[in-house]
């Protein structure tokens, strides 16, 4: 078994995924973090739809997916950032515009006469089609959210839990809202790569929140989040080489037994 493992990472493909797959995941889990403080999961899962009508416009025309994506997750994700904390009272508008761009995607992906497997790699994702030109575009776009979100990250987390507070100490919420859903765009376009727009859900949220449920501080939250979505790709990654089911279906099915667990420790053992 061992020696077979070993034989994948002779595989170029099998390389790319692994450096890919725990780069997303790094970055899932700790923009995740303050998705979960900040209470946006739905922004999250809204931007991953929004952003199909991109991918499959760039598809159509004959331009890279995850650019076409990543413009007009950009786009949707500064907008939702100047609406502030409205955005959490917009459910119906985000609903509306989510809605229209998945349609609008749908049409392209109609007029769409490539290769079917294209469309299918946006929809559920294809970690092992990552090429060596998307894995260095992969590590500068998440390098560039990392480094933002670290700037930012003690006044973003300051911001999330004490609004009125920071806002009184002249940290002005506007422009970290803005910066945050930026970066969010950009980690919401990465995921898409790994597991899909369909279940982006799962990789953006999923590790930070089976953390925050389990841990309370800043840091251990943050730590535990990554090990759960590195645990997640990795093994989900070994378990796709090993059955050739989907890794989109092993990493969520991953990450939905670490949320068992954990609810299931919370529940008889920590008792909240």
């Known amino acids: ?21 725990s780069l997303v995941g790094i970055l899932g889990a700790v923009v995740g973090y303050f998705v979960v403080i900040r209470n946006v999961s739905f922004a ?13 416009g760039a598809a159509l025309f004959g331009i890279n997916p995850l650019n076409g994506m990543l413009i007009i997750s950009l786009l949707a994700g500064i907008g939702m950032g100047i609406s502030g904390s409205r955005i959490q009272q917009s459910g119906q508008a985000v609903g509306m515009v989510l809605s229209v761009c998945l349609g609008v995607g749908t049409l392209f992906l109609a007029f769409y ?12 994702g294809n970690i092992f089609g990552v090429s060596r030109q998307q894995l260095i575009q992969i590590v500068t776009l998440a390098g560039v959210a990392l480094f933002v979100l670290g700037f930012l990250s003690r006044k973003l987390l300051f911001a999330s839990v004490r609004p009125d507070l920071a806002e009184a100490r002249g940290i002005s919420l506007l422009s970290l809202s803005v910066s945050f859903m930026g970066v969010l765009a950009i980690s919401v376009t990465l995921a898409s790569q790994i597991v899909g727009i369909l279940l982006v859900f799962a990789l953006m949220v999923g590790p930070a929140g089976i953390a925050s449920r389990i841990f309370h501080g800043f840091w251990t939250a943050n730590l535990a989040g990554i090990c759960f979505a590195l645990s997640a790709v990795w093994c989900g990654i070994l378990m796709a080489c090993l059955t050739n089911w989907p890794p989109s279906f092993w990493i969520t099915a991953i990450l939905f037994i670490f949320y068992l667990v954990s609810e299931a420790l919370c529940r008889f053992v920590l008792q909240r």
Do not use: P
């Not at 999250?44 to 499959?56: R, Y």
């Not at 006469?113 to 559920?124: R, T, V």
């Open 44 to 56: 999250a899962h809204a931007l991953a739809h929004i952003g199909f009508s991109g991918a499959t």
């Open 1 to 21: 078994m061992l020696k077979l493992l070993l034989e994948y990472f002779s595989y170029d493909f099998v390389c790319n995924a692994f450096i890919a797959g």
């Open 113 to 124: 006469k490539g290769f079917a497997g294209q469309a299918a790699a946006i929809l559920f």
